[in-house]
Structures are given as C-alpha cells and as structure tokens.
C-alpha cells in the first residue's frame, strides 16, 4: 500500500468553541464540518504554548518550548533541531510549506523542501520581551484597536497574505500531479486568518446578523482577575480604551466572518485534491497554533492558559485509514511528530529519532486503542515576569507560576473555569504540583529565559546598525521555466502542463 499524503490545515489564533464541529451554533465553516463529521475529532487538544512562535516550534518539533528554547516570538529555532519535515523527507516524502510559521533566525526552511510563499511576520529578533523592564509596554505587541476598530472592510494585511498562501497551495497541488516526482507529499498550509485585527470583506461579514452573535459567557470585574489576566490586561493595553459591548460584538462578528473565509479556502483546497485525484489517499489535518479568548473574562487574544487561548481543533480526516470518532482524552500539538513519523514509516522498522521527545505519538487514539491522556504548556513570554506552566490530566488543569497563587480546575464541573479550587482540593493539587516539580526546574528555566532576552536584544541593537540583511524568507520563482518558453516545442510544453494528460 503507498504511503499516504499529508495535507496539514494550519489556522492561527482559532478557539475550538468558535467552531459546529465543537458545539458552537453560529459559525457557518461547512468544510470544517465535513471533515469533522467524516474524521476524528479530538475534543481536548491543547497547544504547549499559548503564543504563535513557541506553539509551531514545538509542533514541529516534538519538544516543550523550554526544551529547544522557544521562549517567544522572537526565539530561533536552531537549524539542528530535527523537525517532522526532516523525519518525513528521510522517510522519502516531499515537503512543501505554505504560509506562515513565523520561523526566526537564519534558517527559514527547517526541513521543508520548498516553501511557496514569505511569512507574514519579521524573522529577527525586533519582538523579544523584556521580563525586567514590565512597565514598558511592547509597540509592536497587540494593543485594543483590533477590538475597539472592528467591523467590516475591503481588505487587510492578513487577506493580502492568505489569498496568496492558498493561491500558491493549490497550484503546487497541481504541480504536483502533474510532474513525475512520484514521492508521496507533506504539505502544510498555514493561514493566519481567524487572528486579529478584527476585520473581514463585506461578503463574510454579511454571511452574520448581528443579533444572531453571541457574547461572552463569563463576565469578571478587573479587580478580581488572578495576576497574570491583570497582566495582561496591562501589556495589551486594554485599561487605556473604553471598550463597549458594541466593539465586542462587532469583535466577534468579524472573527466569525474570518472563520468563513477561512473555510471557503479549505473547501477550494479540498476540491483541488479531489481534482488531483489526490483526496482518497492524503490524510488531511486541521489545527490551530492556539487559540483566541474573544472577550471572555474581559480578556482578548491568547498568552494564557484558559480554555479559549489554549485549547485548539485537532482533526484527522482519512476514512480509508481511521474511522469517524470522538476523542476526549488531553493531548497536545507536540504529539503530531510522532504520529507523523510513525504513520508515514508504516511500521516497518523502529523509528529512531536524533532527539528526545516530549511528544507522543496519536496512534492508539487514531485506532480507538486507548492512548495517553495528558498535556505540559509553558508560557515564558511577554505579559510574564517568570515561568508559567500548565498541567492537564484527567479532568484538572493547573497552572502554576512561582509568583502567582496555583490556579486548580475541576472542566467537568467547571467548565469555564470559574472557581479556583486549589486551596479546597489540596490533594489533587499537591499531586500535580509534584508532577510540576518533576518536570521543570523554573528557577533555572528562569535564568536561562532572562539571559536569551538579554543577548536577543543585544544581537538585534547591534544587526539594525549600518548594513542589514534581512532574515525574511524571500520566494524563488524561475521565470524561465514558467509557462511558455522555447526551451520545448509548444505541444511538448502545453502536453505537459495539462492535467490530466492525453493519452
């Protein structure tokens, strides 16, 4: 049986709550739903790190951001560092990278084979925190004009960005079926829509009424927030506008209408794989980086470990491979290199990989086997002043940072994480605080973050002075090998450029 193909669905900032296939009523994503109702969809899928840059490195990875210092979205991520598109090309695929994965440092490949499109995000080191200076609020970091200017428009940075990434999808897609590299293929198509700013083109934003969208369901005053909401609350600037339940509706209207085009662009993806006659034998993969608090306990974007920000859709579509399911058990984006690996080597010889992993491999879920049933996050990034790290097991999350009170939650009696209970549930708590020790030393993990800002931010002063060379990853396009040319016959090269062929 040939190895199938990998077409991996990235979304950015995308909560599963916002989504049908996980209960929500409002958004329209028909696509996503199809490959919801035919695939398996993983209803406790969490990111390691609740921030864009930390959580692909780790899901390319395998590894906690901690392990491969991934601190933020100014971190590089070593080229040494093997990544599922190493394992997968020595396993004799093809990778090819769409999108964003917002890559920093000089290395903007890491294992991919090609990559069709720039990212959307720099790749220097211009966005490193800086845990000793708190009360200087970032510029270049998320501010409440992406809430407060919501609402409809003609176009946008991240429109401009996911046209071409799909523009570029598809056509590789075609590319591909028609030339004669015969290698089965891995590609990953990375959107950065449903993240803010909150806006979207009229033709989605008319898909909603405004009546019919919903609003936050759990309402906390500031001053009652746990220190890290107030935090944040503080690096995001949301003290410094007055925002009204206008803007938060219209907040979320736009983000719904973003869920839609994102959706029209997995349903012209899928039609291309069908059209390639590609879609029977390619395991199509949806995920998000993270996810997006929307306005819920007076918070908005990610960079906490609450439901909304952390959580994130993970679905498997292949029926000829796995059969439609539900799964409930806690895993994480660390665990999609292994599972990788292990479906693309077919179980033909033991995988050996050149680094330890933190993740586990989807398998025994896939084939309804059992399987783990536990997630690590960190976050170590700006709105921090040291360490914060999470625990999911069973039906308690924690999150413990040395500065702050534990928080503890029961999410099968507490779903929206209202009630703190790690003073009234001492022994569960005391249980995953020593899972906590085991895991990480946070007074060294500490020091080693505070150190990587301060040579970052050297590194980047010194890189701004006199001559720059960018790292941005730049496209190569031969134009002389594009269209018609007359380094082949004019039959020789429309014969070759029609799928599929005649004859």
């Known amino acids: 049986m040939p190895k199938?193909?990998?077409?991996?669905?990235?979304?950015?900032?995308?909560?599963?709550?916002?989504?049908?296939?996980?209960?929500?009523?409002?958004?329209?994503?028909?696509?996503?739903?199809?490959?919801?109702?035919?695939?398996?969809?993983?209803?406790?899928?969490?990111?390691?790190?609740?921030?864009?840059?930390?959580?692909?490195?780790?899901?390319?990875?395998?590894?906690?951001?901690?392990?491969?210092?991934?601190?933020?979205?100014?971190?590089?991520?070593?080229?040494?560092?093997?990544?599922?598109?190493?394992?997968?090309?020595?396993?004799?695929?093809?990778?090819?990278?769409?999108?964003?994965?917002?890559?920093?440092?000089?290395?903007?490949?890491?294992?991919?084979?090609?990559?069709?499109?720039?990212?959307?995000?720099?790749?220097?080191?211009?966005?490193?925190?800086?845990?000793?200076?708190?009360?200087?609020?970032?510029?270049?970091?998320?501010?409440?004009?992406?809430?407060?200017?919501?609402?409809?428009?003609?176009?946008?940075?991240?429109?401009?960005?996911?046209?071409?990434?799909?523009?570029?999808?598809?056509?590789?897609?075609?590319?591909?079926a028609r030339d004669n590299d015969s290698r089965p293929f891995c590609m990953v198509v990375s959107l950065t829509h449903p993240h803010d700013p909150f806006a979207t083109t009229s033709e989605y934003w008319e898909r909603y009424r405004d009546r019919d969208i919903d609003m936050p369901r759990v309402r906390i005053a500031p001053s009652d927030l746990d220190p890290h909401s107030k935090r944040l609350q503080y690096v995001c600037g949301m003290h410094l506008q007055d925002v009204t339940e206008t803007h938060v509706r219209a907040a979320r209207h736009a983000y719904y209408g973003a869920l839609s085009y994102m959706d029209d662009h997995v349903g012209d993806l899928l039609g291309v794989l069908r059209a390639t006659r590609y879609a029977d034998h390619t395991i199509v993969i949806v995920l998000a980086d993270h996810g997006e608090m929307l306005g819920e306990r007076g918070l908005w974007y990610k960079m906490n470990f609450f439901e909304a920000a952390c959580r994130v859709p993970l679905i498997f579509h292949a029926p000829a491979l796995f059969k439609p399911a539900t799964i409930r058990q806690s895993i994480s984006l660390i665990d999609l290199l292994p599972t990788l690996v292990e479906i693309a080597g077919d179980g033909q010889a033991p995988v050996s990989y050149a680094s330890e992993l933190e993740g586990r491999s989807l398998l025994p879920h896939l084939h309804n086997s059992g399987g783990h049933d536990e997630v690590l996050g960190e976050y170590l990034a700006e709105g921090a002043i040291a360490p914060i790290v999470m625990i999911r097991t069973g039906y308690h999350k924690l999150i413990h940072c040395p500065v702050d009170p534990d928080q503890l939650y029961d999410l099968r009696l507490d779903p929206d994480e209202r009630s703190n209970i790690a003073a009234t549930a001492a022994d569960v708590a005391a249980r995953m605080q020593q899972r906590a020790r085991r895991t990480w030393d946070l007074d060294s993990l500490n020091k080693r973050v505070l150190a990587s800002q301060r040579r970052r931010r050297q590194v980047y002063a010194a890189l701004r002075l006199g001559r720059q060379t960018a790292w941005d990853y730049q496209p190569r396009f031969d134009a002389t090998q594009e269209y018609v040319r007359n380094d082949k016959s004019l039959e020789e090269r429309e014969a070759s450029a029609r799928f599929p062929r005649i004859g």
């Open 4 to 176: 199938p193909n990998f077409l991996i669905l990235m979304a950015d900032q995308l909560t599963p709550g916002a989504l049908p296939a996980y209960g929500n009523a409002v958004a329209r994503t028909p696509n996503l739903d199809s490959l919801a109702a035919g695939g398996i969809t993983f209803r406790s899928a969490y990111c390691n790190s609740p921030l864009c840059a930390p959580s692909r490195f780790s899901f390319m990875t395998g590894r906690l951001p901690s392990a491969i210092g991934a601190y933020d979205n100014a971190a590089e991520l070593s080229a040494e560092l093997p990544t599922f598109a190493h394992y997968l090309r020595l396993a004799g695929y093809r990778t090819v990278l769409s999108g964003k994965m917002h890559f920093c440092g000089p290395d903007q490949l890491h294992g991919f084979e090609e990559r069709l499109t720039t990212d959307i995000y720099p790749a220097d080191f211009g966005w490193t925190p800086d845990w000793l200076d708190f009360e200087h609020r970032p510029s270049w970091y998320h501010s409440m004009d992406s809430v407060t200017q919501a609402g409809p428009c003609v176009r946008t940075n991240q429109i401009d960005f996911d046209d071409e990434v799909v523009f570029r999808a598809k056509r590789q897609l075609f590319d591909m």
